[in-house]
């Protein structure tokens, strides 16, 4: 069970603990060569979240075990 950054997440449709592809908001520092450096990547309940295994895809919230979502 994920007890970091993907706590209580799992796919609902395969059970795939992660890695997940999240649509999140961050701070780039960008130059004419490319990015050189970015922080604080955030998301929440509602950013698109997607299943590298199966492909399924929903919100993150739809993801968060129902123990998790109880506890908040």
Not at 40 to 62: I, K, L, Q, R
């Amino acid at each position: 069970m994920n007890i970091n950054c993907l706590e209580g997440m799992v796919c609902p449709k395969c059970g795939n603990e992660g890695p997940f592809d999240i649509v999140g908001t961050t701070t780039f520092r960008v130059s004419d060569n490319g990015v050189e450096d970015y922080e604080g990547a955030e998301w929440e309940d509602t950013s698109f979240c997607a299943c590298p295994e199966c492909h399924h895809n929903a919100t993150v919230g739809a993801f968060k075990s129902p123990e998790t979502v109880d506890q908040v």
